[in-house]
């Protein structure tokens, strides 16, 4: 059974998600298309780090990139194009991404950020396999909700961007002197936050989706 009036509103939900990822992710890659350590957006302690962090960087965009697609329903109904775009987001986004990702926060040197990452860089190689086992058990249904909670942890990458500046100005009403400088230095103290904070936002609203989703009528 499939839900035919819940297509449309995801098809435009996966495009609006592709155009977000593609934005983003050309804001995340951009600092690190000439390899220019001194480029790099996070403190790193020397040329293994910085490495690590390239691989990481563009691993995550193959992921945050090809994340949506799965959810398009025009695609999923071609399983052979369906199965391609999935096992190359696990394997070519997901896998290496959360790989790298572990040694690049524990490196960091700063708590939150170690905790921050490593936590959902673990639950998106978790979600990634109990998708996989899922699909080979032929539920889809699981499969496809694994895989949701899967591109949550993947959209990190834009959802603590988009909360960065929202805390900011949260805290301006609360600051006794604004200025360039202080607003820079805040905000290299707040990026661990959201980061921290992005990913349990995330799946809080997959979840939810998840949720009312399994409670909508189905229709033969």
């Known amino acids: ?20 990822a593609t934005v983003f992710g050309a804001v995340l890659v ?23 962090l390239v691989a990481h960087v563009f691993t995550a965009l193959v992921a945050l990139v090809l994340g949506p697609l799965q959810f398009v329903p ?11 775009i999935g096992r190359s987001y696990l394997l070519a986004g997901v896998l290496p991404a ?13 708590l939150i950020t170690q905790v921050g990452l490593v936590i959902p860089a673990v639950l998106w190689l978790v979600t990634g396999w109990l998708a996989v086992r899922a699909a080979r058990r032929r539920d889809f249904a ?3 909700e694994w895989m949701m909670r899967n591109y949550a942890l993947t959209f990190l990458a834009v959802s603590s961007r988009i909360l960065v500046p929202l805390i900011l100005l949260a805290q301006i009403p ?7 400088g202080s607003i820079a230095a805040s905000a290299q103290d707040t990026i661990p936050i959201g980061q921290a904070l992005g990913w ?21």
């Open 200 to 220: 349990v936002v995330n799946l809080v609203v997959v979840e939810i989706m998840i949720r009312r989703s399994t409670r909508t009528p189905l229709v033969r």
């Open 1 to 20: 059974m499939t839900n035919h009036r819940g297509g449309p509103a995801r098809a435009r939900r996966a495009w609006l998600l592709l155009i977000l």
């Open 74 to 84: 025009s695609i999923r109904a071609r399983r052979r194009a369906h199965r391609a």
């Open 142 to 144: 699981r499969h496809r």
């Open 174 to 180: 609360f600051s006794d002197t604004v200025n360039a």
């Open 30 to 52: 951009s600092p690190y298309l000439l390899f220019d350590i001194d480029d790099s957006r996070l403190d790193v302690g020397g040329g293994a780090h910085y490495y690590l």
């Open 98 to 110: 959360a790989l790298t990702g572990i040694p690049v926060a524990l490196l960091s040197g700063r």
